[in-house]
Nanobody, 116 residues
Framework: QVHVEESGGGSVQPGGSMRLSCTASGNVQSIRAMGWHRQAPGNQREFVAK???????QYEDSVKGRFTISRGNDQNTVYLQMNSLKPEDTAVYYC??????????WGQGTQVTVSS
């Protein structure tokens, strides 16, 4: 079992920046990848970014060049640096940890609001 907890989030004006953090605990030896999804009101949850243990990165097209995902030195923490934020980035952001071949562990989510 892996426990996942996000931090960061809040409100920012369009064009601003924000960093989200996520820490995994428990059976961290099983972690194969860490990433972020988001869900805006009335929308389905969607993929944002992912980083594998070997360093491979994946990004959703609308965040490429604006968002950067990275892992901490302990490999149990993942960050999402979000720059040039837009109102359409407003959503609840969820950290997800792939522990083992097919098991995903989700955090509770953190609200990000981009508004003037």
């Amino acid at each position: 079992q892996v426990h996942v907890e996000e931090s960061g989030g809040g409100s920012v004006q369009p064009g601003g920046s924000m960093r989200l953090s996520c820490t995994a605990s428990g059976n961290v030896q099983s972690i194969r990848a860490m990433g972020w999804h988001r869900q805006a009101p009335g929308n389905q949850r969607e993929f944002v970014a992912k980083i594998y243990n070997n360093g491979t990165l994946q990004y959703e097209d609308s965040v490429k060049g604006r968002f950067t995902i990275s892992r901490g030195n302990d490999q149990n923490t993942v960050y999402l640096q979000m720059n040039s934020l837009k109102p359409e980035d407003t959503a609840v952001y969820y950290c997800v940890v792939r522990g083992g071949p097919v098991t995903d562990y989700w955090g509770q989510g953190t609200q990000v609001t981009v508004s003037s």
